[in-house]
């Protein structure tokens, strides 16, 4: 895949992320009506691309097959969220419904500060993975940005 290669857009519309902007701005009508979810399952993805995402063959594949589901569909911009490198922490859930499970306010993970400072916290030179940044921004097309913001945390 490359950028050329972007399959499944709206019509003749052409990525443009300002246009995501001035309807987060409300900054008069856009030209188009921006697409916007802030996640996606990878069982919803592997579905429209009509391949497992989680069988990709390396890191990249993964990162190349994200970025076309979402381009695919016509979005102008591509959430992506990269959580901290904590390790993994015990968390309570609650009762589990058809596989999904649920997790509750009721039961914190960290009631004190033996908690806290028993956390798995990430290492302080590489506390997130860069690389799938890099790897989807290879891959959209001119006017797409990718979108990001806080994400993780020991509870994710």
Not at 35 to 52: N, V, W
Not at 68 to 78: A, E
């Amino acid at each position: 895949m490359n950028k050329s290669s972007i399959v499944g857009r709206r019509g003749e519309c052409q990525p443009d992320f300002a246009q995501f902007v001035k309807v987060l701005k409300r900054q008069g009508k856009p030209a188009h009506l921006p697409f916007y979810e802030h996640r996606a399952s990878t069982g919803f993805i592997s579905t429209r691309l009509g391949r497992d995402i989680n069988a990709a063959r390396s890191k990249r594949e993964y990162w190349q097959l994200y970025a076309d589901f979402w381009l695919g569909l016509g979005f102008d911009c591509i959430p992506l969220e990269i959580g901290f490198s904590f390790g993994q922490v015990a968390q309570w859930q609650g009762e589990s419904q058809g596989g999904l499970g649920f997790a509750s306010e009721a039961k914190a993970c960290v009631a004190s500060m033996a908690d806290l400072a028993g956390l798995p916290w990430p290492d302080e030179e590489s506390p997130i993975d860069l690389e799938p940044f890099a790897i989807v921004a290879e891959y959209i097309a001119d006017g797409v940005k990718i979108v990001t913001g806080p994400c993780g945390g020991p509870y994710v």
